[in-house]
């Protein structure tokens, strides 16, 4: 048996004792990355202190290096696993430190957004998580379907509020796309305030759309609840 037949069910296979602390390790490090890189965020942190949480960001990468290069070695696979929802995840959450070679990132806050993608590597490791990812794949065709619905509502509801405040509120309501918004946060009975309709028409258009943002809302709750339910009685049976 080779060295690599034997790491495979440590690495891919989290029901055998040496699978369960591998991954153990893999979720510290990442909630530990998080707490650092949210301690980053806080002012007037000593320069000491600093070096501490570079040191620690050292660490996590080759971890999290060591980690996906063992991934990609055991899998059968490997171009499907580079490619993978989790393989690309994987990548994600190391690519902004090998990115800031010779440039400094760490100031582009995009770059530094980027290492919130360890977070979803947490997915990997939780069956409830698993469960969830399982019953929106068994509904992916409606929650489509859905988002399609919703987004020609959204736009309808747009064009209406602007015909309705348009010509008093043209300062506010200053095309269909600022109408988007007032849309997105009214279907969704949000209802910031920041934008809202003064005249009467306005107003009885804005209630139609209330009452269908109630519904609106429920929808996917409902698909989600009802495929989680089947899943669990599948995993079950």
Same mark, same amino acid.
């Given at each position: ?8 069910? $440590? ?10 602390? @591998?991954?153990?390790?893999?979720q ?27 040191? @620690? ?25 580079i490619?993978?929802f ?9 690519l ?35 469960n969830? $990812? ?27 509020i602007?015909?309705f ?7 506010? @309501? ?42 609106v ?8 609840a ?7 009685d599948?995993?079950?049976?």
């Open positions: 048996m080779t060295f690599k037949t034997k790491l495979k069910p $440590i690495i891919e296979d989290n029901t055998n004792k040496a699978g369960k602390w @591998f991954d153990l390790l893999i510290f490090f990442i909630v530990l990355s998080l707490l650092s890189f949210s301690i980053e965020t806080l002012p007037n942190l000593y320069n000491r202190f600093k070096i501490y949480l570079h040191r @620690f960001e050292l660490l996590s990468i080759i971890v999290f290096t060591t980690e996906y290069l063992l991934r990609l070695w055991v899998s059968d696979k490997k171009l499907k696993f490619f993978s989790y393989g690309l995840i994987d990548l994600f959450a190391i902004p430190f090998y990115l800031s070679f010779g440039i400094d990132l760490r100031s582009i806050r995009v770059f530094r957004l980027i290492r919130l993608f360890r977070l979803f590597k947490m997915l990997r490791f939780n069956d409830a998580i698993q969830f $990812i399982r019953a929106l794949k068994s509904i992916k065709e409606e929650l489509i379907l859905y988002f399609i619905m919703s987004s020609f509502l959204i736009f309808l509801s747009a064009v209406g602007y015909y405040e348009n010509p008093v509120q043209p300062e506010v @309501f200053k095309s269909v796309f600022h109408g988007v918004w007032w849309a997105v946060a009214t279907l969704t009975t949000v209802g910031y305030g920041d934008i809202y309709p003064i005249t009467a028409g306005g107003k009885i258009f804005t209630s139609i759309i209330l009452l269908i943002g109630l519904g809302v429920a929808v996917p709750t409902g698909l989600i009802s495929a989680l339910s089947k899943t669990k599948n995993k079950d049976n």
